[in-house]
């Protein structure tokens, strides 16, 4: 059974740093394409950033670009986001997901910016 | 960026009825269009791939259709674990895009 677990969220000063985990389990991680979406308090659900099977390949949304960066251990069936220079408007839930169709998610792990 | 609308924003329905969402793109992404349902405080739960492939494990009441710019999915035999928010997603190209969303209640 497929399983993603986030972890690393918490509440973070603007401008600090934050590094989220996605532990995968119950497939080959090392075949597919991972994904972090987001959702704001109350907001719909935007696409964060995305990677390809060994993480040679990534892309990231504009706004998050140069302080959001993601990668991949596949020793280790992990993908991480690591965030910088953070935002109050940064304030979500994070989701991981497998395939760039997002099949299966994890619970999200939320990040708070405040100061 | 490809741009993703979603009609109707909400939708008011009763148990046995059968909805249809509809989701236009604002330009072509071919069939690389994807479904999921969200309830409040859940994760989102993947519901079609491909337009129109249903995910392994969700029940055929769900069906996508369309292609190029203008898709649809249709729930029959609307049930009470049903009324939910429903988004489309664009992955044809990056950034992928969601649609901001359909409230379906009761």
């Known amino acids: 059974e497929v399983h993603l677990v986030e972890s690393g969220g918490g509440l973070v000063q603007p401008g600090g740093s934050l590094r989220l985990s996605c532990a995968a389990s119950?497939?080959?991680?090392?075949?597919?394409?991972m994904v972090w979406v987001r959702q704001a308090p109350r907001k719909g659900l935007e696409w964060v950033a995305s990677t390809n099977e060994d993480g040679s390949e990534t892309h990231h949304l504009d706004s998050v670009r140069g302080r959001f960066t993601i990668s991949r251990d596949n020793a280790k069936n992990s993908l991480y986001l690591q965030m910088s220079s953070l935002r109050v408007e940064d304030t979500a839930v994070y989701y991981c997901a497998r395939r760039g169709f997002q099949d299966y998610w994890g619970q999200g792990a939320l990040v708070t910016v405040s100061s | 960026d490809i741009q993703m609308t979603q009609s109707p924003s909400s939708l008011s329905a009763s148990v046995g009825d059968r909805v249809t969402i509809t989701c236009r793109a604002s330009q072509a992404i071919t069939n690389r269009l994807a479904w999921f349902q969200q309830k409040p405080g859940k994760a989102p739960k993947s519901l079609i791939y491909?337009?129109?492939s249903l995910q392994s494990g969700v029940p055929s009441k769900f069906s996508g259709g369309g292609s190029g710019t203008d898709f649809t999915l249709t729930i029959s035999s609307l049930q009470p674990e049903d009324f939910a928010t429903y988004y489309c997603?664009?992955?044809?190209?990056?950034?992928?895009?969601f649609g901001p969303g359909t409230r379906l209640e009761i």
């Open positions: 119950g497939f080959t991680f090392s075949n597919y394409w």
């Open positions: 997603q664009q992955y044809f190209d990056f950034p992928n895009t």
């Open positions: 491909a337009a129109s």
